[in-house]
């Protein structure tokens, strides 16, 4: 064989795979909290939740020509008590929040399991 | 292009379960390393150059359905036409994709189809073969060399993605996690992507979350998936509950939404209208009863051989499945080389835009299902 570019890779190494250091394919932990409470401020967030961190401001939304944005208070799950004793659902009993919005899951997945595989 | 006949290396299931490769033996028998195939390095520039070729054509392909409002052909939903074509505008990068081919070793490679969205058997084709010339081969053949540029191919071009979006960006991976060779797959990209620096999380395809007021997908942690790797086609995506949301969230996916455009059957005869008489393309059409002699009646979207039909003159051969309601191609019916009693089928890779790497197929009947055998090959 003459003199000729090499087409194989020089080294092949793992850091993952072959190891038991990842939590691999099929191993997507614990799910998190679903549910967040909304506020028309940064002021009424703190009401709730007293830590500065734990307030979050919300992407900029555009209405009737006003710019307008949200405050999100910290993630909980269904009946979890949270800072104080907060529940999911409508604007708890004394709260300044507007509402609580959630994470909804399963919305993908539906088609892939007619099949055994989604490769080709 | 010869096939030998070899005696498997004594721990050959050990050194495939070292690599993560732990689907070696599904459906009895998959991994294959009592046979290879041995080409020369003139045959392997053949392939090389096909590939290179192909991979341009394909581009040029892509071009013009989308510049000729040609994604009805392709049966794209009518809602996701403009998002696939703001990708393609957009060059929204793409990893990687394989091609299909029939070779000989003499005449021009033919292809077959185009793998363009998830394409699987990387993990077998980049790292366990590698390891079988090592040890397989090169002891005795110490000059002996492989198409196989996978591994290097594939951590170069993530780094190139990797900056692209702002550091410390986790990169989500995701399949529908139930079969056991796309983990593999997914787990082999998740290691490189690694590997090249990116933070990465798996999460199965039915836990992705969508916080609507947020506008985003979300993993488990309520983390943001800013960027997802995915083994699931984008056909299923834009089927499911949640495939609208990906026309209004700012999630960039891998492979991206254009390459819709090119794993589907129907890129088989816009190739053939836009490069007739290719050396490397057979005859296609979108109606039957267009092709001269044996023909191949293949679903717009199907995946691993599933409901593709080979007319010969004296037989039909037909692959069953559950595809095949969104309309079907009808191609030439390429001459798959025989070995034995098996034909032979050579998966070409892409990294970027460029070939890498190939791995063989072996099965008893012409049509590739995901249960033909993986066999490895070197050259020299």
């Known amino acids: 064989m ?62 009737g020509g006003r710019r307008s944005s949200y405050w999100y208070g910290p993630s909980y799950s269904t009946g979890h008590s949270w800072g104080g004793g907060y529940h999911a659902g409508a604007p708890r009993p004394g709260s300044a929040a507007l509402g609580t919005h959630s994470t909804t899951r399963g919305g993908f997945g539906g088609s892939g399991h007619a099949h055994a595989s989604g490769g080709s | 292009m010869e096939r030998e006949m070899r005696t498997p290396r004594a721990d050959w299931i050990a050194q495939c379960e070292s690599v993560g490769f732990s689907y070696h033996s599904v459906d009895g028998a998959y991994w294959d390393e009592s046979r290879c195939y041995r080409f020369t390095a003139e ?69 077959l189809e185009y793998n363009a969205d998830t394409p699987t058997a990387l993990l077998e084709a980049s790292v366990v073969q590698w390891h079988w010339l090592q040890q397989a081969i090169r002891p005795g053949e110490p000059r002996a060399d492989q198409f196989n540029s996978l591994h290097e191919k594939l951590i170069s071009n993530w780094r190139a993605l990797a900056v692209t979006w702002s550091a410390n960006t986790p990169v989500h991976f995701t399949c529908a996690g139930d079969s056991e060779e796309d983990c593999g797959n997914l787990d082999y990209l998740r290691d490189v992507a690694t590997q ?53 969230s700012r999630i960039r996916v891998i492979e991206p939404a254009w390459k819709m455009l090119l794993s589907n059957k129907g890129l088989l005869p816009i190739l053939w209208e ?34 593709v039909t080979i007319h010969h003159r004296d037989a039909t051969i037909a692959a069953s499945g559950d595809y095949g309601a969104e309309g079907r191609v009808y191609q030439a019916c390429a001459r798959i080389p025989r070995f034995g009693d098996d034909y032979v089928t050579i998966g070409s890779w892409v990294i970027g835009d460029e070939p890498a790497g190939i791995g063989m197929r072996e099965d008893e009947s012409e049509i590739t299902r995901n249960t033909s055998r993986f066999v490895p090959h070197y050259f020299v």
């Open chain 2, 196 to 248: 090249a620096g990116a933070t990465t999380k798996f999460i199965a395809i039915d836990d992705v979350g969508w916080n609507g007021e947020r506008g985003a997908f979300v993993d488990f942690d309520d983390v943001e998936i800013s960027v997802l790797v995915k083994l699931y086609p984008w056909e299923w995506l834009a089927a499911d509950a949640f495939g609208a949301h990906l026309l209004e």
């Open chain 2, 43 to 111: 045959e392997i520039d053949t392939l090389e150059a096909a590939t290179a070729e192909l991979s341009a054509r394909c581009l040029d392909a892509a071009e013009h359905i989308v510049a000729n409002g040609r994604m009805a052909d392709l049966a794209i939903p009518p809602a996701w036409r403009e998002h696939v074509a703001a990708s393609w505008r957009a060059r929204a990068p793409s990893l990687m994709g394989r091609f299909d081919l029939a070779f000989d070793g003499r005449a021009p490679p033919k292809l």
């Open chain 1, 2 to 63: 003459r003199n000729r570019t090499r087409k194989s890779s020089a080294r092949v190494t793992l850091v993952l795979l072959g190891a038991a250091a990842i939590a691999g394919c099929g191993d997507s932990g614990t799910p998190a909290p679903e549910h967040r409470d909304v506020y028309a401020s940064k002021e009424d967030c703190l009401a709730d939740w007293r830590d500065p961190k734990e307030c979050e401001e919300g992407p900029a939304q555009n209405s």
């Open chain 2, 274 to 307: 836009l490069f007739p008489e290719h050396e490397n393309l057979l005859p296609a059409a979108f109606l039957p009863g267009r092709i001269d002699g044996d023909w191949v009646e293949k679903p717009l979207l199907s995946r691993e051989g599933a409901n």
